[in-house]
């Protein structure tokens, strides 16, 4: 009740008080789930919760607002692996029934949520009278985001270098960059959308620099360990003195 007349007089902290009720929801589905969903139990221990957002995507779901440590979110997503499960029933206090609870999934990452005639706040729901006996997995299509196209649009030689897992984009300074090379530490080797290649590394001036290599050429190097990280970070620290 404190709680909620705080919410009433602050509204930032009505937000934080949503997505905690939200987050005990959501974890209390994700934890009800068989032991052949298990991969999902351990996707939400390593994550943090932010929120359930409106999809103007998916306008019947709300989108599940992740964020996952990077060395976890590469363990667990799959690309290519896109479904709904569905058949999951969560008892609403405020309806008085068994309500329908779907999960989308997107290259295996948990990404959308839904529960039929709900607002999604916590004092709607039995937590302990969640049904998953009916619980079915079936495909569901996800249009390509901008790293898949730009994943697909590469040749099929420079696709055989890659682990598409492992590509992921960074908007920094009005440009979109695809890293393609973790050099740890938030550095990368990334290429822009002309496939011209760039060494970001965060902590100097310029953070990105074109660098004098085809995209094909760098990725040969790094196969054929020729290039050193080390040597490369230490002379982008020298060189912006």
Known sequence: MINKILGRLFPPYKFKLISKEQNVIFRAVIDSLPSNFNEFKLQVQS???HGLTG???FPDYKFVYLSYPENTINEFKKKG???????IEIFSNKNQKYENVELLVN????SGFRITNS????NEFDLTKINFERVTKSEFDF???EVDLFYDSLNSKIKSMLNPDNIFDIDYNNKTFYAFHDMEDGNYLAVDK??????LVHDVIPAAKLMDYSLEDILTEIAENKFDIGNH???RHIKSR
Request: aromatic share 18%; net charge negative.
């Open 119 to 122: 607002e999604y706040f916590l």
């Open 55 to 57: 999809w103007e995507l």
């Open 194 to 199: 002309k496939q011209n290649v760039y060494s």
């Open 47 to 49: 994550l943090t919760f």
């Open 107 to 110: 290259d295996n990452l948990l």
């Open 143 to 145: 249009p390509p985001n």
């Open 233 to 235: 970070i230490d002379n």
């Open 81 to 87: 692996q896109n479904y709904k499960l569905s058949g």
